[in-house]
Nanobody
């Protein structure tokens, strides 16, 4: 089994920055594609960003492209997401997710999930 624990959420003003972290324990982290999803009440959980096992390739939703950066440190079994120029519409619960193999963009493709960390952006 793999356990994922997110941290780094909080309250920030529009235009500010936050850095989310997701620490993994259990099976070999370096074999996993990792992603961040987000969800607001009453809406589907949506893809935000993903990174392949080596960190050599990353993928972003159009809504965050140019503002968010996903990265990973396999030695620390941790994936990060730097969020800059935050907007009120970025307010959501952010979830870390992992899967063996290649990157995918859909929630059902991911096997392991964290408990989520809340990000609130005030206007």
């Amino acid at each position: 089994q793999v356990q994922l624990v997110e941290s780094g959420g909080g309250l920030v003003q529009a235009g500010g920055s936050l850095r989310l972290s997701c620490a993994a324990s259990g099976r070999s982290f370096s074999n996993f594609a990792m992603s961040w999803f987000r969800q607001t009440p009453g809406k589907e959980r949506e893809f935000v960003a993903a990174i392949n096992w080596s960190g050599g390739s990353s993928y972003y939703a159009d809504s965050v492209k140019g503002r968010f950066t996903i990265s990973r440190d396999n030695a620390k079994s941790t994936v990060y997401m730097q969020m800059n120029s935050l907007k009120p519409e970025d307010t959501a619960n952010y979830y870390c997710a992992g899967k063996l193999g290649v990157v995918r963009y859909s929630r059902p493709d991911y096997t392991y999930w964290g408990q989520g960390t809340q990000v609130t952006v005030s206007s």
